[in-house]
T-cell receptor
Framework: DTAVSQTPKYLVTQMGNDKSIKCEQN?????MYWYKQDSKKFLKIMFS???????INETVPNRFSPKSPDKAHLNLHINSLELGDSAVYFC??????????????FGEGSRLTVL | AQSVTQLGSHVSVSEGALVLLRCNYS??????LFWYVQYPNQGLQLLLK??????LVKGINGFEAEFKKSETSFHLTKPSAHMSDAAEYFC????????????FGTGTRLTIIP
């Protein structure tokens, strides 16, 4: 059983389209995250939710909208996709609300390619 | 704002040789420090973390790291490299007093030469 699972693993789409990535964790954690890893492997946090409440919202374009229907799920919807959105998007979860003392559990990533 | 700098985007060592991956941090408050490993086509996995207990931290797979405040460093070492250690390694930092975020370094790709 995968602890943090993301779907789809690969996504190829045209500029201007809208797409979603889903994430589910079965670890019973309260906090979930979305990270973006660019082509140079640089990893940056986008959002985090604690018990369905948004607690971190980095300076991400508002074309990106996270949604947490329950604490086990955190989905990422992207409107009007741009070339620069091409990246690997990682979902993660942690037991604690504060990730600085805890361990993050990452999914395997969703590789988004915008043509 | 805190940050980490990983010296060397690529490191190659022979199988059985010492592994040394360098990480220097910048933080205005005492930091928490982490090393994560990413195997090909996988997510990141925690190797070890420093959260103000012992300055020498032991992690999984025989890795360890030493927190040196005077050098603002948290270098990752392993006495004897194994082929399975080939991966991307990320150093990360967060502060203790309210900052919720982990800030990652740019990563070091470790290649093991047979």
């Amino acid at each position: 059983d995968t602890a943090v699972s993301q779907t789809p693993k690969y996504l190829v789409t045209q500029m201007g389209n809208d797409k979603s990535i889903k994430c589910e964790q079965n670890l019973g954690h309260d906090t979930m995250y979305w990270y973006k890893q660019d082509s140079k492997k640089f990893l940056k946090i986008m959002f985090s939710y604690n018990n369905k409440e948004l607690i971190i919202n980095e300076t991400v374009p508002n074309r990106f909208s996270p949604k947490s229907p329950d604490k086990a799920h955190l989905n990422l919807h992207i409107n009007s996709l741009e070339l620069g959105d091409s990246a690997v998007y990682f979902c993660a979860s942690s037991q604690e609300a504060r990730p600085n003392t805890g361990e993050l559990f990452f999914g395997e990533g969703s590789r988004l390619t915008v043509l | 704002a805190q940050s980490v700098t990983q010296l060397g985007s690529h490191v190659s060592v022979s199988e059985g040789a010492l592994v040394l991956l360098r990480c220097n941090y910048s933080s205005s408050v005492p930091p928490y420090l982490f090393w994560y490993v990413q195997y090909p086509n996988q997510g990141l996995q925690l190797l070890l973390k420093y959260t103000s207990a012992a300055t020498l931290v032991k992690g999984i797979n025989g890795f360890e790291a030493e927190f040196k405040k005077s050098e603002t460093s948290f270098h990752l070492t392993k006495p004897s490299a194994h082929m399975s250690d080939a991966a991307e390694y990320f150093c990360a930092v967060s502060d203790r007093f309210g900052n919720e975020k982990l800030t990652f370094g740019t990563g070091t790709r470790l290649t093991i030469i047979p």
